[in-house]
């Protein structure tokens, strides 16, 4: 299953609470995708998904600075 998260406009702590909810909710072998804007959260996504156990498989930021971060779920 795929969770989408859309923390645009959102700064820290809000992207970060909302990446660790929905990967509480998710199951092992889901895919957790946040989109947002806010720089430093960024850099800490993939951080808090690694502190859960989970891997980035993709990041990418396109020209308007919309980045999408791509989580696989494991537990």
């Known amino acids: 299953m795929k ?3 859309d923390v645009i406009g959102k700064s820290c ?3 970060l609470i ?3 909810k929905a990967i509480m909710k998710a199951s092992e072998g889901d895919t957790v995708i946040i989109k947002g804007d806010h720089e430093q959260s ?3 996504i993939p951080w808090g998904a690694a502190s859960m156990g989970c891997k980035v498989e993709k990041d990418t ?3 308007a600075g919309i980045w999408t971060i791509i989580i696989a779920v494991t537990k």
Do not use: K, L
Request: proline content about 13%.
């Open 18 to 20: 909302h990446m660790r």
């Open 61 to 63: 930021i396109d020209d």
């Open 13 to 15: 702590p809000h992207p």
């Open 42 to 44: 960024r850099d800490e």
């Open 3 to 5: 969770i989408e998260v």
